[in-house]
């Protein structure tokens, strides 16, 4: 049984020689140690505990929770980034916390890409079909003259080849925003770099308001949304009237000042459809 981290600071304390309420260390773990006679109750009204023989807590600790060092077990628990190994250390159980194995995103392009990988010059090359995993992306630091570009499907990351065409002004590099869990490292690390972002994503409402709600909240006038030059035609021509009736706005107009994002949303409106990213592929 995992010993909640509240309750290990009580133990802590305890340790100390301190006397603390009852009522704030209710816990089966706390009547087992009374029980054991390692933990007394004083008091009538308003019960305080004590321990009576550390040593005596100190071995029940490791022998039944194995956990060798109490103050560690907390300073761990409370680590927002920590690993299996240190979980075993401190309790002999490595799934005693939620722990996220697998961090970072995936990155693709059709270029070198020139970079700083925990200070070191790096180039990155890639293959088509095969895609680069950036895990340590705290130490991944692109080039400047980059341009990140987040797409959202993962068939328009898949092919970015056949896509260049509407990127040949920038030199792109193409981030992936599934698996949609490690969205949240990908949003971290646009912050804390200096390049531009570009979101590449479908046009249509819910693909405006994952942009705005997800990306430019976080990221101001560091991101854009990629609008083509032949949208109009391309809405018009293939775009889905269904889609444009079911999905609901869910982000304010009035707080857009991105003109090419605002012509988009107006042709959305104006055809009354809205078009998958996937159109472009094969554009």
């Known amino acids: 049984m995992k010993i909640p981290v509240h309750i290990a600071e009580k133990l802590l304390q305890l340790t100390k020689g301190d006397k603390i309420p009852s009522s704030s260390a209710k816990h089966t773990l706390i009547d087992e140690l009374?029980?054991?006679?390692?933990?007394?109750?004083?008091?009538r009204i308003q019960k305080t505990i004590h321990i009576t023989n550390i040593n005596s807590l100190f071995q029940y600790l490791q022998n039944k929770h194995g956990i060798n060092d109490l103050k560690k077990y907390i300073e761990v628990i409370h680590k927002e980034n920590v690993q299996r190994s240190e979980l075993v250390e401190v309790s002999s159980d490595s799934k005693m916390k939620k722990v996220r194995t697998f961090k970072?995103?995936?990155i693709n392009s059709y270029i070198p890409i020139q970079s700083t990988f925990n200070t070191k010059p790096t180039t990155l090359n890639f293959t088509d079909g095969i895609f680069k995993f950036i895990y340590?992306?705290?130490?991944?630091i692109p080039e400047q003259s980059i341009t990140i570009v987040g797409i959202e499907n993962p068939e328009n990351f898949r092919f970015i080849d056949k896509q260049k065409h509407y990127f040949k002004d920038i030199k792109p590099l193409f981030v992936s925003r599934y698996p949609q869990n490690q969205s949240k490292d990908l949003i971290k690390w646009l912050q804390s770099i200096?390049?531009?972002?570009?979101?590449?994503?479908?046009?249509d409402f819910a693909g405006i308001g994952i942009y705005l709600n997800e990306y430019k909240k976080h990221l101001s006038d560091k991101a854009t949304f990629f609008v083509p030059e032949n949208i109009d035609f391309l809405i018009?021509?293939?775009g889905s009237k269904e889609r444009?009736?079911?999905?609901k706005v869910n982000f304010d107009r009035k707080t857009i000042q991105e003109e090419k994002l605002i012509e988009l949303i107006n042709l959305i409106h104006k055809n009354k459809k809205g078009l998958d990213q996937e159109r472009l592929i094969n554009e």
């Open 236 to 238: 018009s021509e293939n």
């Open 34 to 43: 009374v029980n054991e006679g390692i933990i007394e109750r004083n008091g």
């Open 104 to 106: 970072g995103f995936l």
């Open 194 to 203: 200096p390049n531009k972002y570009i979101h590449f994503g479908d046009f």
């Open 136 to 140: 340590d992306f705290e130490n991944f």
């Open 244 to 247: 444009y009736n079911k999905q």
